[in-house]
């Protein structure tokens, strides 16, 4: 029984272990020429290293802290320093936050726990929620705020976890999604993150698979018929069992299916979004942000958003995190390094002297993803979810969109965990057959 894993990111690597430890053979393709996908390690030479794509692990995310620990690596946990809070020329600490930003936070939280008290999993039996569904979390936040400044630090927060603007994430999706959360104490947001950064883990997953993968293979076309699968790639053709395909909505649309997938899948595939979210990473002489008594974390109104010590190695790196329509701003202009330099630079003159070189990473723009990570857009939990995970006979999918920690690196290996364990119950039903 050979299963073929198209897409070598935390999903299809976890499910290549996967299947090579239920006894299966497997094929692997990945586009690129490295695995990983959204994950990435960019290392600049002299100890410069700092993550272009997912980073931060939350104290929940079993899988993952367990996959490290498989790999004898432990999460690196993040600063005490609390998050430094921007806002109109003045400034404070999340664990100081201001008295009204407190006040509208709690307020939201315990507006979310109440709705969330009663909701069914998975998120589309809700049916009674379509209001909910219709609804953006930017109308919920404006009802269930009430300064401008609390409004302003509910958004940021939370358009942070979502990687776009709020008014582009559906309400029922985002309670779905904040279910995660309920039993959640204390800092678990974003506790730790990859010691020695991704890609790291995700050379070792892949350094422990038995099949070779093959790199800078496209795939272009899928072919299913009684006995098998043909792959079709930009350079040839592959023929398997199974196959489990870990594209991101935007690339699984570029390929053909023969015969189509069914209309919910297209549909579902179609609706998918993906955040529009963008990386500037500055390397300084020296962390510089510490001598200010600060770890480096930010939330701000300026059009840089929020910032953190992105350092993996000994060299200082700050790097910014920008999403939806300041995202696509940031990427229209000419020289984002240096203009969003300035920026810190206004808040902070240290910047512009400190300052060695910089790297601007776009997700939006990436051909293998065109956008950092999906979202549940207004509409899509009672039309669309659903249809986004079930396998198409032979074809069988994964990647974070089909995972119900959507859009976190936990959702990817949750995916591969599913996948596997679907591919394992029908073939331990099904009398064995080779393609
Ligand atoms: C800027 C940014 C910040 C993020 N921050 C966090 C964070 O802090 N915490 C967190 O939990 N998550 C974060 N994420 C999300 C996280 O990185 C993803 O959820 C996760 O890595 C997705 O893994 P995946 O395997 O599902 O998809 P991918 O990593 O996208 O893997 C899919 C693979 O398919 C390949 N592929 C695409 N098209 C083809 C084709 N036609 N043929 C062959 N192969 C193809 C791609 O190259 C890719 O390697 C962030 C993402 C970004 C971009």
């Known amino acids: 029984m050979r299963v073929g894993v198209v897409g070598l990111g935390m999903s299809g690597l976890r499910a290549a272990m996967l299947l090579e430890r239920a006894g299966f053979e497997t094929k692997l393709f990945e586009a690129r020429g490295r695995p990983g996908g959204r994950l990435h390690t960019s290392d600049e030479g002299d100890g410069v290293l700092y993550e272009t ?141 990859f010691p020695g950064g991704a890609s790291r883990l995700c050379n070792l997953m892949l350094g422990t698979l038995k099949t070779e993968a093959h790199f800078s293979r496209v795939l272009e076309r899928v072919r299913q018929d009684a006995t098998g699968v043909t792959l079709v790639f930009s350079d040839g053709e592959e023929r398997v069992d199974r196959v489990i395909l870990t594209l991101p909505p935007r690339a699984l649309e570029k390929v053909v299916f023969e015969p189509a997938l069914s209309v919910g899948k297209r549909c579902a595939i179609e609706a998918c979004q993906l955040s529009r979210a963008i990386k500037i990473s500055w390397h300084f002489k020296e962390a510089w942000w510490k001598n200010h008594a600060w770890g480096g974390s930010m939330l701000c109104d300026n059009s840089l958003q929020q910032t953190w010590d992105g350092s993996l190695g000994d060299a200082a790196v700050m790097s910014a995190y920008i999403c939806g329509d ?21 808040l902070f003159p240290e910047a512009s002297k400190q300052f060695v070189r910089g790297w601007v990473h776009d997700w939006v723009r990436d051909p293998y993803a065109q956008g950092a990570f999906t979202h549940l857009a207004p509409g899509y939990v009672l039309e669309h979810m659903r249809y ?22 936990e959702g990817a290996v949750e995916s591969a965990e599913r996948v596997v364990a679907e591919i394992v119950a029908i073939e331990s039903a099904e009398p064995k057959s080779s393609a």
């Open 53 to 193: 794509g997912g980073e931060w692990i939350d104290a929940d995310h079993e899988r993952i802290i367990d996959l490290l620990k498989e790999f004898d690596l432990e999460p690196d946990p993040k600063g005490a320093w609390p998050k430094r809070l921007q806002y109109r020329g003045k400034h404070t600490t999340e664990d100081l936050i201001w008295t009204d930003a407190l006040e509208d936070d709690l307020r939201v939280e315990r507006a979310v726990r109440d709705m969330c008290e009663g909701l069914k999993s998975p998120a589309w039996e809700n049916v009674q929620a379509l209001d909910w569904d219709r609804r953006t979390v930017t109308d919920f936040l404006c009802e269930h705020t009430e300064s401008e400044r609390g409004l302003w630090y509910v958004n940021a927060k939370y358009r942070s976890d979502e990687g776009d603007d709020l008014d582009r994430v559906g309400l029922l999706g985002w309670l779905a999604g904040f279910q995660n959360y309920l039993d959640r104490e204390g800092d678990e947001l974003s506790a730790f993150r």
């Open 326 to 346: 300041e995202a696509t701003r940031w990427i229209q202009k000419g020289d984002p390094v240096n203009e969003g330099l300035f920026e810190l630079s206004q």
């Open 388 to 409: 986004i995970t079930p396998q198409e006979s032979r074809v069988h999918f994964a990647g974070d969109h089909t995972a119900t920690w959507t859009g976190f690196i």
